[in-house]
């Protein structure tokens, strides 16, 4: 079930970021054993949306592939849409929510950036946080706000937030198992340890920022193993 589980995602993962217009992209992802639970998707639509999704569904097993690939293919038919980034949210729980066989659910931010006017526009469902670092003010700010998980309640509402960004601000989006990391003497990783690098490297590209957390969690978890996904967006205005 876990081999077969595995040749499903690998299908869902993206073999190489697409090269995008006025955005300097990065990712990290990280697996423990057996079937992941994260899930990211970059739709570039046209110059003014290019769709980032990144979600973390509950548990390890089928059930939660199941999950993730219904979740896959509701957003990917309504992201051609008009369709608002909390409304793209708002259907998806819906048609998550009434499938009763399933107990799982899943935090997703969807982030649709406007590549021509440099704004974004994103929604989150659950805890997975949305970070912002300005350039200018050299300060982070948290943007999401944590509310009820896809799958939880037909009725959930999610709610638009759109920012106007500027050349060298830095979007991070990112799932527990990274931030949650331990040592060797079960010391977290931390948020505050992500965003100190981050900014240290803020002059980088996306891909070398990724690099440079990568490297920081190798060295800070030394042998100690993983026990959740990690996985990491980063997103440089150029």
């Known amino acids: 079930e876990t081999y077969i589980a595995g040749m499903l995602q690998d ?13 300097s992209t990065g990712s990290y992802f990280k697996s423990m054993q057996g079937i ?3 899930y990211l998707d970059i739709i570039p639509l046209r110059k003014d949306r290019i769709s980032f999704i990144l979600a973390d ?10 999950i993730m690939i219904m979740i896959r293919a509701i957003i990917r038919v309504i992201i051609n849409t008009p369709q608002t980034a909390a409304t793209v949210l708002n259907w998806t729980n819906r048609g998550i929510a009434q499938e009763k066989a399933v107990d799982h ?7 649709n950036y406007d590549s021509v006017h440099k704004k974004m526009q994103f929604a ?5 946080p949305v970070l912002h670092f300005s350039a200018k003010e050299q300060i982070w700010k948290k943007l999401s706000k944590e509310s009820d998980p896809i799958g939880v309640e037909k009725v959930t509402e999610y709610t638009d937030i759109d920012i106007q960004l500027e050349t060298g601000d830095i979007i991070v989006v990112y799932t527990d198992g990274l931030v949650e990391a331990v040592d060797d003497n079960g010391t977290q990783y931390s948020v505050r340890r992500l965003k100190d690098i981050i900014q240290n490297k803020a002059d980088l590209d996306g ?3 990724i ?20 996985s990491l967006l980063v997103l440089k205005i150029q």
């Open 11 to 23: 299908m869902l993962y993206l073999k190489k970021l697409p090269l995008l217009p006025t955005l």
């Open 36 to 38: 992941c639970s994260d």
């Open 57 to 66: 569904v509950t548990g390890k097993s089928m059930v939660s592939l199941t």
């Open 105 to 111: 659910y899943a935090s997703a931010a969807l982030l």
């Open 124 to 128: 989150t469902a659950g805890t997975i």
């Open 207 to 209: 891909k070398k920022i």
């Open 211 to 230: 690099e440079s957390v990568k490297a920081d969690i190798g060295e800070f978890m030394g042998k100690s193993v993983s026990h959740d996904d990690q």
